[in-house]
């Protein structure tokens, strides 16, 4: 029978505490990945519809009217709240207060 102050006990509570930072390190390293290639599609797609809405594209039905800016409105809205859930990730991780 085990008490909470075996050594047994002890060494397994450390192993498992150390699985779960192990686990949690590699999650949190999953996310900051998957964040960053978010927010580089969200970047491509912002260059693109600009193309569209420019001279040397020149998608009528985006650069004529509202619909056109509205994307890119929304794009770059997107990209700025992908950005401070990013910064705000990496403040959690680094443990840092703003």
């Known amino acids: 029978m085990h008490t909470d102050d075996s050594p047994e006990w002890l060494m397994t509570e450390s192993w498992l505490d150390s699985l ?3 686990r949690i390190g590699e999650t949190r390293g ?3 990945e998957q964040m960053a290639a978010g927010i580089h599609a969200l970047q ?3 260059t693109t519809i ?14 004529d009217g509202r619909d056109g800016r ?11 709240y992908a950005r401070a859930a990013y910064a705000v990730v990496h403040t959690v991780i680094d443990k840092e207060t703003p």
């Open 70 to 80: 509205d994307v890119a409105t929304f794009l770059d809205d997107s990209i700025r």
């Open 44 to 46: 491509r797609a912002a």
């Open 20 to 22: 779960d930072t192990d």
């Open 30 to 32: 999953q996310l900051l």
């Open 50 to 63: 600009g193309q569209l809405r420019g001279i040397s594209v020149y998608d009528a039905e985006f650069a």
